[in-house]
């Protein structure tokens, strides 16, 4: 499974942005998918996740109320949706792939494919 994260950019505090996340190789339908992020000087950290029918999502505290992650499976494609963003959101972005575990999970090692991340820089 190969996956483009996509979306990023720069963007004054408070502005919104999109990533998005196409999967290829094949089908991540199945898959319970993730966003995390990794900001210069730290350790990756779970953002958000979702299961496969997207009943379960599940967000760190920090992105609670603020972001949304959704997918499409039709479309093989992962998003979060990142509203009323702050300074303290400047990341790369990376999206992520579980294939067995039918729950969501906070651990990077969980996780078997990773997209090349995206960076999301907020200018206060």
Do not use: H
Not at 20 to 47: D, H, I, M, Q
């Amino acid at each position: 499974v190969q996956q483009q994260a996509s979306g990023g950019g720069l963007v004054q505090a408070g502005g919104s942005l999109r990533l998005s996340c196409a999967a290829s190789g094949r089908t991540v339908n199945s898959y319970t998918l993730g966003w995390f992020r990794r900001a210069p000087g730290k350790e990756r950290e779970f953002v958000a996740g979702i299961t496969w029918r997207g009943g379960s999502t599940i967000y760190a505290d920090s992105v609670k109320g603020r972001f949304t992650i959704s997918r499409d499976n039709a479309k093989n494609t992962l998003y979060l949706q990142m509203n009323s963003l702050r300074p303290e959101d400047t990341a790369v972005y990376f999206c992520a792939a579980d294939r067995s575990r039918g729950i969501v999970t906070r651990t990077p090692i969980n996780y078997d494919y990773w997209g090349q991340g995206t960076q999301v820089t907020v200018s206060s």
